[in-house]
T-cell receptor, first 113, second 119 residues
């Protein structure tokens, strides 16, 4: 089954404790992206990747890192999480860029205390 | 810079009524794509439609229809004979060429319209 998976689905952590949210797709997509969803703000792009070893900032990249060492994986790293990073995070992938339909993962709900 | 406005924060209608969700976008690009996504209470994001800037034909898919008007920069979504299962948050989104020239790099989302269908 074609899908985007994210782990963990739910996470409660404390300020400053490094964490990684994994994202994996099995559709051989070149493009992958991370968004965060906050009440009243819709979804905002954090980082994206057009291909392996090619990543770039989205609209709200501060406090996040990403890497793209393999085509299928695009982990989101929070080196020192803060409470304002409490949010619902979505990973997405599409064939080659954001003109195409993006397939979204199930979401990761992160709470930083 | 691009922008998507969904002015209706919440709409509540009774089942079987028709309802239209508004979407107004801003971009200076001549090539762009518009999308609608549905987010039901379970939280996942479900793709509904994609439309490119050169295709102004309206689209109908069952009870769903979309009206794209470049003259008013709008891409409105209508649900005919609404059902309780249509209750969700609906997002309109825009994709435009990357400022760096490297290809379309992401979606700009509106803030969403929460649609409540009452039985």
């Amino acid at each position: 089954e074609a899908q985007v998976t994210q782990n963990p689905r739910y996470l409660i952590t404390v300020t400053g404790k490094k964490l990684t949210v994994t994202c994996s797709q099995n559709m051989n997509h070149e493009y992958m992206s991370w968004y965060r969803q906050d009440p009243g703000l819709g979804l905002r792009q954090i980082y994206y990747s057009m291909n392996v070893e090619v990543t770039d900032k989205g609209d709200v990249p501060e406090g996040y890192k990403v890497s793209r060492k393999e085509k299928r994986n695009f982990p989101l790293i929070l080196e020192s999480p803060s409470p304002n990073q409490t949010s619902l995070y979505f990973c997405a992938s599409s064939l080659d860029n954001s003109y195409n339909e993006q397939f979204f993962g199930p979401g990761t709900r992160l709470t930083v205390l | 810079a691009q922008k998507v406005t969904q002015a209706q924060t919440e709409i509540s209608v009774v089942e079987k009524e028709d309802v239209t969700l508004d979407c107004v976008y801003e971009t200076r690009d001549t090539t762009y794509y518009l999308f609608w996504y549905k987010q039901p209470p379970s939280g996942e994001l479900v793709f509904l439609i994609r439309r490119n800037s050169f295709d102004e034909q309206n689209e109908i898919s069952g009870r769903y229809s979309w009206n794209f008007q470049k003259s008013t920069s709008s891409f409105n979504f209508t649900i005919t004979a609404s059902q309780v299962v249509d209750s969700a948050v609906y997002f309109c989104a825009l994709s435009t060429p990357s400022a760096s020239g490297g290809g379309a790099d992401g979606l700009t989302f509106g803030k969403g319209t929460h649609l409540i269908i009452q039985p």
